[in-house]
């Protein structure tokens, strides 16, 4: 089945069977392995993107619903090599180990801060609770977002 | 986490969707996903054709009629939901969706999954019990509206038969609602929920202790401890909670969803 | 929690240990540029799915792959009877009887828990591999199912290993001290008849996965793959394979977690070898959730069975005895060490002398246990934690105060345990007071809660790190084993353009390695950090590991950074040397390195550039004196001290260092429900001398929420048959963003006297979080707690 999809400005359009899931179809098809699998119950947001302007997981997603829609994944947030204020927020107040949980926590973080750029400490919660890390408790986490945000 | 193979359809309208689901018996409908997609990764149900309702404008839109009532359309979102200024006349809708999952899952799960899919655990269909909702089911022979009592008919199990579909939910006004759970960790999964409603006489529907919503009355929240004993409930055991630690959380939760809803008074 | 404040500039020429510096693993973990091993792809590779058994318990009587092998892009499959054939058991760790069990990459003949591989299917896409495993038709005989530990000694009960006799996989006594006379010198004997630690584990992020290409010319497979502990996976595939461990090239960059859940990865990995040479091409293996829940590297649940405490009325503890029932699933993969390794920390962080355990491991139809964050010791730590409160408990004293009557003190170290360990440094009282006044004054809040209908309970959890294993450990489990001491590997090179690169032979899965083994090169060499590269991840190829590298075990400050020190030390002595011979004969004690290159410390002036070094040595090199032994590139092998055990004695230094954890928690349950939440949380660590101390304190806030999960919800349970009732994040609920406490935090820093940089290994935390919310439990509860987990069901039962 046709799927034209734009991910991060750019318009792909491939032939993909229905069953693919936009996950998928994007670290396979696209190469675009910044987005991660975690889980196979859609509870972990590894797999976080924007889609259409709102924060979802890609994994329960099918890439042939993405037709005619836009994608955002990590790999679109830095415009060229530069980290940006967020990313660099995050490594500021080390709010990442392994970095596999990093992806999805960063576009659930944009997201926040798209809607409220001046978060408080129960919305950032809030905001990131679709996202599972098992290596920093979090806490460094609600940090670098909190001061991304001022 | 791979899915089998499935045909897939965007219908553009109503009836172009009741018709792709009344030709084919393996035929679903597609709404939010983040129920269905997730039971088609475990190969628990294969369907073999995805009616995908995401298109459908006809299914969304909520309404607010002069008398307080609300006409919500399933393919609403939870997020949607939260964010509307009409679903504000009943505070206790947005006030549980909220609760529901998390910020992605929001985003794209419908009310009307909740509801058609009827897993004892979700947070709707009690609530809806609870508050006197109606839902309106369109199939190949027109339309017909039911309470809850019809509509929830088993595990996993609704009204919504082969080649129809859920259209509408009518929710009466009122403001004198409650909601009480204990989940797995914080808005989690619900292991014990109930839902109040004071307009009127006091009902309280449990979920997760039956196949569909228990639904028990009451002259005031002192009552409803015995009036859930009286039910005769027989919660199912699992991982997360005995029969007896079920039957209990049942109890307490719906005085204390029932004293929410009287508070509000 | 220390943050960095980006405005503050890392000054050059400070001191770079010690700081928080930024970590240069993060530029391309943020942009979503690490490659993790789903990521690598390879022209033509095979994905695999594994058909797993549905049974806990069962014979195979056929096996038949032809429908599958039928379908147009299924390249192949492999069976436990190829298995077999191919390769022989993987080696085992234990004596008789557990060393007499076949334990080979697929099931041959039986499988023994639910999720057990049986059949591994090739095809061109996932989703093909998937589908041709559903054609695969495998008949099984059903047999019971043994699911609980206390039976498995039964007469009657299921037997799993025919050649191991019975259920039993190993068995050790442990007597240290003078029990008799400790238990006549008691004023009380407490009792405890049971107490139970349950089985879970870390749930990294990314499963396990590889990507095998199998070079027929050279018959080399190199293994792109997330194992942890490449070293042990050698060992254990090279003799199953029959090929020398040099064929087996092990690559890792970016590991999503590891917590060492990912070190017994070998016989999918052995799978994948396999199939990559028989089907002549890549072979891509990812692990779905389910997948490993059901089958990796589950923790060690073990019983402690009719504990006895010597006690004296002052609170005082003279010593204990117990029986450790020790549940190891169906196969031995790492264990039976977990029959030893908790010696590591025998007496807790107490001064009683006189101890016994008599330590049991048997086999049962659940997924096979390993390493898992805490590894052996955090049951142990917790069995200690249980003990103390249950006899303050039963002695009506405070057990903040049996703890600091009981601590080894500041002053007592190096303390030598009743089995010869040596606690290296540390001031657990310090720590615990540190801990308390985080919290603050408790009668209040207890007071205020309970106006509003709450319990209020405190706990403390206090537990030892022990890091830096010496091998010879395993001699205590099985006296024939060649195994002893330890090592790790570094590689610091100048090269040809000044390039200061490292090499190490780590597998970091989010510990920093890169960013902490910088900080030791630049403040040797005298440089910036931004000078040192360190290279991403593990490769055998680049022959900079030995027989235990890898990630694992709280040790990489110590082996990994002292390996580093050491081959830094001899760089900047080759360094020193050639300069001198530049600088026309200056003594080498004359020479500093500073700024980026070598200078004579009286006339700055004098200055050579790392580049020149590097430059002169590759490419420049005529005339220089033909006994000038420099290469600029040095490989050093950090040894720790240790000596073989006295397996006789059971007794000897069986871990290097040993960093400390004191937690506190509170918490207020509903009592109607059982409901809990914990309200205010103290965390206080000791690690030594910290190299990174953001770096620390994210190991130990990581250990911590993990020891929440594991406290309040995390919990591999099975039912009757053997089914795994928690086999994904759905049911198993690891914490997330709204369920954390608030979190106060504190350290103090008791440097090793025996590692090379002061620093003690770090990161496993112990399970103090588990230790404290059960304490927590009792105190608000008033009851004995027996379980390490503690669900609102629980609560709520204790409170009837």
């Not at chain 3, 999720?115 to 099984?140: F, I």
């Not at chain 3, 006895?308 to 029932?325: Q, Y």
């Not at chain 3, 303050?392 to 601590?407: C, H, S, T």
Request: aromatic share 6%; net charge negative; charged share 20%.
């Amino acid at each position: 089945m046709d799927v034209a999809v734009t991910v991060n400005g750019t318009l792909y359009e491939r032939d993909v069977e229905p069953r693919k899931l936009l996950i998928h179809f994007l670290r396979d098809d696209l190469d675009l392995t910044g987005s991660h699998i975690g889980c196979d119950t859609g509870n972990c947001g590894a797999c976080s993107v924007i889609f259409d302007g709102k924060l979802v997981k890609s994994c329960m997603l099918l890439a042939v619903q993405a037709n005619g829609s836009s994608v955002e994944t990590v790999e679109g947030l830095s415009d060229g090599d530069e980290m940006t204020a967020l990313q660099q927020s995050f490594s500021d107040h080390h709010a990442l180990q392994c970095g596999y949980c990093t992806p999805g926590m960063l576009m659930s973080a944009t997201a926040l801060l798209r809607a409220k750029p001046s978060p408080t400490d129960d919305e950032i919660r809030k905001a990131l609770q679709g996202n599972i890390c098992r290596c920093t408790g979090y806490w460094n986490i609600f940090e670098a977002v909190k001061a991304a945000g001022r | 986490m791979l899915l089998r193979e499935v045909e897939y359809a965007k219908p553009s309208s109503v009836a172009e969707a009741l018709g792709l689901l009344a030709a084919d018996d393996g035929a679903r409908a597609l709404a939010g996903g983040q129920t269905l997609v997730n039971v088609m990764k475990a190969r628990a149900a294969s369907p073999d054709m995805l009616v995908d309702l995401n298109g459908l404008e006809e299914l969304r839109g909520i309404e607010l009629a002069g008398d307080g009532t609300l006409s919500i359309g399933p393919m609403t979102t939870y997020t949607e939901l939260m964010e509307s200024v009409e679903a504000r006349a009943r505070p206790i809708l947005g006030e549980v969706c909220a609760q529901i999952a998390d910020v992605q899952v929001r985003n794209r799960g419908t009310i009307g999954g909740n509801l058609c899919s009827n897993d004892p655990t979700n947070h709707l269909p009690p609530l809806m019990a609870a508050i006197g909702a109606r839902m309106t089911i369109r199939g190949g022979d027109g339309e017909r509206t039911m309470g809850t009592d019809e509509f929830f008919l088993g595990v996993y199990m609704t009204a919504v038969g082969p080649g129809e579909l859920l259209t509408r939910i009518t929710i009466p006004a009122g403001k004198h609602d409650g909601f009480a759970a204990v989940t797995l960790g914080v808005d989690g999964t619900c292991i014990v929920n109930a839902a109040a409603s004071a307009n009127g006489s006091l009902r309280v529907a449990l979920g997760c202790v039956d196949a569909v919503p228990v639904v028990v009355e009451a002259e005031s929240p002192d009552g409803v401890r015995a009036a859930v004993r009286a039910a005769g409930i027989d919660p199912p055991s699992d991982v997360h909670a005995s029969s007896a630690y079920r039957a209990h959380l049942a109890e307490v939760l719906a005085e204390r969803a029932a004293r929410q809803a009287v508070e509000k008074r | 929690m220390t943050t960095i404040a980006p405005e503050k500039v890392i000054a050059p020429q400070k001191q770079w240990q010690g700081q928080s510096v930024p970590r240069k693993e993060d530029k391309r973990l943020t942009q979503g540029q690490g490659v993790f091993v789903d990521d690598i792809k390879r022209h033509g590779m095979g994905y695999l799915h594994f058909v797993r058994s549905p049974y806990a318990h069962a014979h195979i009587t056929s096996i038949d792959v032809s429908k599958a092998e039928e379908i147009k892009g299924v390249y192949g499959t492999l069976t436990g009877e190829e298995v077999a054939a191919l390769t022989d058991p993987f080696f085992q760790i234990a004596s008789e009887p557990g060393g007499q069990i076949k334990d080979f990459a697929l099931a041959v003949g039986k499988v023994r828990y639910v999720g057990e591989p049986v059949v591994a299917v090739v095809a061109d896409t996932r989703e093909l591999a998937r589908d041709a495993s559903e054609l695969v038709e495998v008949e099984y005989e059903p047999l019971s199912a043994l699911v609980d530990a206390r039976e498995a000694l039964k007469s009657d009960a299921p037997l799993l290993h025919d050649d191991a006799g019975g259920n039993l996989m190993w068995q050790g006594t442990y007597e240290w001290g003078d029990l008799d006379a400790a238990f006549a010198e008691a004023d009380r004997v407490v009792k405890i008849e049971e107490l139970h630690f349950h089985r879970f584990n870390s749930t990294p992020l990314e499963c396990d996965g590889a990507l095998v290409e199998f070079n027929r010319g050279t018959a080399q497979w190199t293994i792109h793959t997330n194992n942890q502990f490449p070293g042990f996976a050698a060992i254990m595939m090279g003799p199953a394979m029959r090929c020398g461990l040099d064929k087996l090239r092990f690559v890792t960059q970016d590991i999503g977690g590891g917590f060492g859940n990912k070190i017994t990865s070998h016989p999918q990995l052995v799978v994948c070898c396999l199939l990559a040479r028989k089907l002549n091409r890549p072979v891509q293996w990812t692990e779905w959730r389910t997948d490993f829940h059901m089958s990796m590297s589950h923790g060690n649940e073990r019983w402690f069975q009719d504990t006895e405490v010597a006690v004296k009325a002052d609170g005082t503890l003279l010593g204990f005895r117990t029986k450790a029932l020790d549940d190891a699933g169906a196969w031995l993969r790492y264990e039976p060490l977990g029959g030893v390794i908790w010696a590591q920390v025998t007496p807790g962080m107490y001064r009683w002398r006189h101890i016994r355990v008599d330590f049991t491991q048997v086999a049962t139809n659940k997924a096979p246990v390993s390493p898992n964050r805490g590894y052996s010791r955090m049951q142990h730590l917790w069995f200690t934690e249980r003990v103390i409160d249950i006899v303050a408990r039963e002695l009506g004293l405070d057990p903040v105060d049996v703890r600091k009557r009981n601590y080894v003190r500041a002053e007592d170290m190096p303390y030598e345990t009743p089995n010869g360990c040596i606690y290296d440094s540390g001031d657990y009282a310090q720590m615990l007071d540190i801990a308390l006044e985080l919290i603050g004054p408790v009668e209040e809040r207890r007071a205020d809660a309970k106006a509003r209908g709450k319990l209020l309970g405190v706990g403390i959890g206090s537990t030892l790190d022990s890091g830096t294993n010496n091998f010879g450990q395993s001699r205590l489990i099985n006296p024939e084993l060649q195994f002893s001491g330890n090592n790790e590997v570094a590689t610091v090179k100048l090269d040809i353009f000044g390039e200061i690169v490292v090499t190490l032979g780590t597998t970091p899965q989010g510990q920093g390695h890169e960013t902490t083994a910088a900080q030791v090169v630049a403040d040797i060499l005298g440089c910036s950090m931004d000078d040192v590269h360190v290279r991403a991840g593990h490769d055998s190829y680049w022959n900079s590991h030995a027989g235990f590298s890898g990630t694992y075990a709280s040790q990489f400050a110590v082996t990994g950074l002292s390996a580093v020190k050491g081959a830094t030390e001899m760089l900047a002595v080759e360094i020193k040397k050639l300069a001198s011979v530049i600088f026309g004969g200056v003594p080498a004690e004359a020479l500093e390195l500073a700024e980026g290159g070598v200078r004579i410390k009286d006339n700055p002036e004098a200055f050579l550039p790392f580049m020149a070094c590097g430059a002169i040595i590759n490419a420049n090199n005529a005339g220089l004196p033909e006994d000038l032994d420099v290469t600029l590139n040095c490989r050093y092998v950090y040894r720790p001290p240790f000596e073989v055990p006295d397996i006789e004695r059971k007794f000897g230094n069986l871990t290097l260092t040993y960093a400390a954890q004191i937690h506190v928690a509170v918490i207020e349950i509903d009592p109607e429900t059982g409901y809990y939440d914990i309200v205010d949380y103290a965390a206080v660590d000791d690690c030594g001398k910290r190299i990174n101390p953001q770096i620390v304190e994210g190991q130990v806030m990581g250990a911590t929420a993990q020891a929440i999960g594991a406290a309040m919800h995390e919990t591999y349970e099975y039912d009757e048959d053997g089914n795994l009732l928690t086999p994904n994040f759905y049911d198993y609920h690891v914490p997330h963003a709204l369920d954390m406490p608030p979190l106060r935090t504190g350290f103090i820093e008791s440097p090793s006297p025996f590692t090379p940089l002061g620093t003690k290994g770090m990161g496993e935390g112990g399970g103090a979080g588990i230790h404290a919310v059960c304490a927590a439990v009792q105190d608000a509860t008033g009851k004995i707690v027996t379980d390490s987990h503690n669900p609102y069901q629980r609560v709520w039962e204790l409170l009837q």
